[in-house]
């Protein structure tokens, strides 16, 4: 038993997203929660494509017959992703991070949690290991101007209006806190998904559908309360998380780095003119990445430019328009994939996974 789950974590570290082995095995407790031994066994025939029962059953040496109803379940469980086209079911392998995890959000427990938040630095080491990431930063609409070189996939806005599937549900991260009674207060509702994501959430009962401009005025809502816009790392995105540096664990853990900006896929920074900046601090209160100080000599803003990574918070906090985003240097530009298979590809091959 012990065996097929040390297979397990391998074959998820084989995934973009990476699962690595711990010192204290702590990934493997997390997947003895999650997995039964026959669910952990069955899910080392699975790929990261869709594929007929037919073809994984010949892979898992089983008949069709036997593995379906486990395969279903575990599509329910949130463990693979199930896919259902013109009544022919497929099933594919999904990672742990961002995947597996996500899809817990109504099955969490004390234990899950904790073993989870133990585990999430082991997680996090391996994005350091690519360029590419699985989510990027983009500015909130506010502090978008004319003189920013801004494309529509960096344009929140812009984003939401060429959906025509959105769904909203509870972020993973603000609930498990809430759980352990460390919540920061902040909306729980902030994950919007599209298109085929939805409709896999949907039918897991996670969430509810909404509209464009319903999920235009939850992210209105979001940056009021100082969340940061995180889309999946594509032109054509899955996903836009809204994240607070406190509970989010990709950001809160980012936070903790010397350069976040070096991390972060993002292609703004924000600047001060310290002839309009009066020193009143709110800026410095917002920023998710203690990316703005305060000059002792002169009391103004400043900011460090290896730790803002873009979001535009500052900027709509400042009354006196001090704050602006500006582009990055063309080196430092960064151009998303095309969809999130594009993304994923490049992360296996940055980590050189073939």
């Known amino acids: 038993m012990e065996d097929v789950y040390k297979k397990l974590a391998v074959h998820l570290d084989n995934t973009p997203g990476g699962y690595p082995a711990s010192e204290s095995g702590v990934e493997l407790r997390i ?3 999650l ?12 790929v990261m494509m869709p594929e007929s029962v037919d073809t994984i059953a010949q892979r898992a040496d089983k008949s069709p017959e036997q593995i379906l109803p486990i395969l279903i379940e575990m599509g329910q469980k949130g463990l693979i992703i199930h896919l259902n086209r013109d ?5 594919m392998l999904a990672q742990f991070v961002v995947g597996i995890w996500e899809y817990q959000v109504n099955r969490l427990t004390p ?3 904790a073993d989870f938040n133990e585990y999430v630095p082991d997680l996090i080491k391996t994005m350091d290991k690519t360029k590419t990431q699985q989510l ?3 500015p909130v609409t506010q502090s978008v101007t004319t003189e920013l070189n801004i494309m529509d996939h960096e344009h929140l806005e812009a984003l939401i209006k060429t959906q025509s599937k959105i769904l909203i549900a509870p972020c993973i991260c603000r609930k498990e806190h809430t759980m352990i009674n460390e919540g920061c207060g902040k909306m729980e509702e902030a994950c919007l998904i599209f298109g085929g994501g939805a409709f896999i959430y949907e039918s897991r009962g996670i969430g509810r559908t909404i509209s ?3 999920a235009i005025e939850i992210v209105k809502k979001g940056i009021s309360q100082g969340l940061v816009a995180q889309p999946s790392n594509s032109i054509k995105p899955i996903n836009i998380c809204l994240c607070c540096d406190c509970c989010c664990q990709i950001l809160s853990n980012i936070k903790k780095t010397s350069a976040p900006a070096r991390i972060v ?3 703004y920074q924000a600047t001060v003119d310290q002839e309009l900046c009066t020193g009143c601090q709110v800026c410095e209160d917002i920023c998710p990445m203690d990316a703005i100080q305060m000059d002792e000599e002169n009391i103004l803003a400043k900011t460090d430019t290896d730790r803002c990574i873009g979001c535009g918070l500052c900027v709509t906090v400042c009354e006196f328009d001090a704050m602006a985003l500006k582009n990055k240097e063309n080196e430092e530009q960064w151009e998303p994939p095309q969809t999130i298979a594009d993304t994923y590809m490049n992360i296996a091959k940055e980590k050189g996974l073939f």
């Open 111 to 113: 234990e899950l949690i």
């Open 136 to 138: 990027r930063v983009v």
């Open 212 to 214: 464009q401009e319903e």
């Open 31 to 33: 997947l003895k929660q």
């Open 265 to 267: 896929n993002s292609n």
């Open 35 to 46: 997995f039964t031994p026959k669910e952990a066994e069955l899910d080392l025939s699975l």
């Open 87 to 91: 009544g022919q079911d497929s099933f």
